[in-house]
């Protein structure tokens, strides 16, 4: 089973619309969860973090479930400048009290006009 | 120049060939990180330093060697690489790795080599 697995897509969603994507973790040890950006051709960049709670930033709203080892990104009302791909991430410490990072291979969203 | 840098953008290089990539970050960060991203894989993590000490090392070719002289800078020397090496070579740095919590990595916009 793959570290962090998520859907590869491609998602083609006309504007406007709700879009969700969904990962899922294999090691239950996991610290801390993101979602990272990554535009065609450039390096990622943190989108948010993931909180159990739940958490919002504007449009996007990321939600954590520890017991299923699911998390989710869900973008409502999406611009086109919301295409990229969406990798989820995984953060794990290791047993030298190191942190480690595993990326999921990423969902790659395309809005349409 | 701010944030994460990396040089040459772009490399092609022959398999009997020796060349290096270099990363610098300017974010007075303790960790930098050396991710291999092949199409169609996720981000492989290769090295990790913190505090200039190599903390991780993921079964990675000896064909590839990392060197970090200070916090600030961070080399991957490489030598008799295969075509399958070929790929998007991302470095990226954060604050340290014992921060807990949200500990962001900032990538650099990487170096894309192909090996012929």
């Known amino acids: 089973r793959k570290e962090v697995e998520q859907d590869p897509g491609p998602f083609n969603v006309p504007e406007g619309a709700t879009v969700a994507f969904n990962c899922t973790y294999s090691?239950?040890?996991?610290?801390?969860f993101f979602w990272y950006r990554q535009d065609c051709r450039k390096e990622p960049k943190l989108l948010m973090s993931?909180?159990?709670s739940g958490n919002e930033d504007g449009r996007f709203t990321a939600q954590l479930n520890r017991a299923s080892q699911y998390i989710s990104l869900l973008i409502r009302d999406s611009k086109l400048s919301d295409s990229a791909t969406y990798l989820c991430v995984v953060n794990i410490r290791t047993n030298f009290g190191n942190e480690k990072l595993t990326f999921g291979t990423g969902t790659r969203l395309t809005i349409i006009p | 120049e701010t944030g994460v840098t990396q040089t040459p953008r772009h490399l092609v290089m022959g398999m009997t060939n020796k060349k290096s990539l270099k990363c610098e970050q300017h974010?007075?960060?303790?960790?930098m990180y050396w991710y291999k991203q092949s199409a169609k894989k996720p981000l492989e993590l290769m090295f990790v330093y913190n505090f200039k000490e190599q903390t991780e090392n993921n079964s990675v070719p000896s064909r590839f060697s990392p060197e970090c002289p200070n916090s600030s800078h961070l080399f991957l020397h490489l030598h008799t690489l295969q075509p399958e090496d070929s790929a998007l070579y991302l470095c990226?740095?954060?604050?340290?790795?014992?921060?807990?919590?949200?500990?962001?990595?900032?990538f650099g916009p990487g170096t894309r080599l192909t090996v012929l």
């Open positions: 990226a740095s954060s604050q340290d790795m014992t921060s807990g919590g949200d500990n962001e990595q900032f």
């Open positions: 090691n239950s040890a996991s610290q801390s």
């Open positions: 974010l007075g960060h303790n960790a």
């Open positions: 993931v909180y159990s």
